[in-house]
């Protein structure tokens, strides 16, 4: 579940890390299991949509990256 670290950095890098601390509690929390399973599965269900959202901030700022360039080129 690793999503690209160009445009969507901050969004997937946050959601990788409340992902995988989740996970360690899970592990290690036992009192509070069935609440943890519950924000994991909400978790899964995020990933598409993040993953989505992620790929749309990629390809805006490629688009914005090529128009710029483009601009530059001219004298």
Known sequence: ?????????ALGAAFETLFGEVKILIEKAAMFKGKLKKIERKL????????????????KLKKLSITHCHIDTFP
């Open 1 to 9: 579940m690793a999503l690209p670290l160009f445009g969507g950095a």
């Open 44 to 59: 899964v269900a995020l990933d598409q949509p993040i993953k989505k959202l992620s790929d749309m901030v990629n390809e």
